[in-house]
């Protein structure tokens, strides 16, 4: 995601992309009606078809310059648009319009030269089509409904079965697609879905990784909780951080459960208790959180005394002010008279 949603071998360049360099003299757009050069020749896009049936393989000459055999049975080309998945019906009847001609094309769009798979550089083109930042909420839900096995990777029926999930041939269709996503990603069961998703989606399976780094972690509990942030998020995200406990890592069963945790336990952590079935990572991130609010405490209330000292000084030194008033106004006669009387002798010796 760095600058896809996901690959977060850095975590700092947010969730993702591995190089920000890219060759200019490489656009996505050369792959649109080619057909993709990387899965040997395979798919040629949709516009030479006459007709609205799948692609059909041919006999013509193949890779290696040599020329299939004439025989009667029909031979495949490699990478094959999905010959043999799909029924002709299947190709453009959907019931709601759906083609999955044009899902074909757009995936050749993006495709890798030599992979045949959406990767890094294609999904960042990808996303820039849809006009949506790649380390952003809409693309990992995007992701969720494509089931994407692997971060900052579409491969071929991923990204065709996404489409058809979403009911979209075009990016105009993916676009207008976003608001009902989101809606369906509040959902209680949804989100569930989605947020243990986001941890499969989140580890290096090449690696044969089984928990995730602590700097993907926090980069993923922030995207996922976009819509509905947690109050105890940032300071749970503060404990990771901070790192007291020398936590590397996170398990499958401390990310499934901080779920539970957000749902059950008050901001306040009053109700929680060691005694019930949590991760010890939760009783020392408890214990932090108490800790830190006992300190601050202590320190706001230093600061409430020292002001009420500073008050106290500025009000009772210099006779200034209003208590100073107070003690003025009930001795002003007598001060008064004194002073008329000293006024009177003194004019009368003068």
Known sequence: MGQCVTKCKNPTSSLGSKSGDKDPSKSHSKKGGGGGGGGGGGGGGGGGHKDDSCPKSSSEPINNGTKAPDVTVETSLAPPLLLGEYTKEECWAEGDGVSLRRIEEMFLRYKDEQEDAILEEGMENFCEDLHVDPAEFRVLVLAWKFQAATMCKFTRKEFVEGCRAIKADSLEGICSRFSVLLEEARGEESFKDLY???????????????????????ALWRLVFTQDTPPVLERWLDFL?????????????????????????????????????????????????????????????????????????????????????????????SLTDCSDAGAAQGWTSH
Not at 196 to 210: M, N, P, S, W, Y
Not at 284 to 311: D, M, P
């Open 196 to 218: 243990r998703f986001t941890f499969q989606f989140g580890l290096d399976v090449e690696e044969g990784q089984r928990s995730l780094q602590r700097g993907i972690a926090v």
């Open 241 to 333: 951080s901070e790192n007291p406990c020398g936590v590397r890592g996170i398990s499958r069963d401390t990310w499934n459960m901080f779920l539970n945790f957000t749902q059950s336990i008050g901001p306040d952590l009053s109700n929680y208790s060691e005694d019930e079935a949590w991760p010890s990572l939760f009783d020392s991130f408890v214990e932090w959180e108490t800790e830190r609010r006992r300190r601050e405490q202590e320190q706001q209330q230093r600061e409430e005394e020292e002001e009420e000292s500073e008050r106290r000084r500025a009000t009772g030194g210099g006779g200034g002010g209003d208590a100073g008033e107070e003690v003025d106004c009930p001795a002003l006669p």
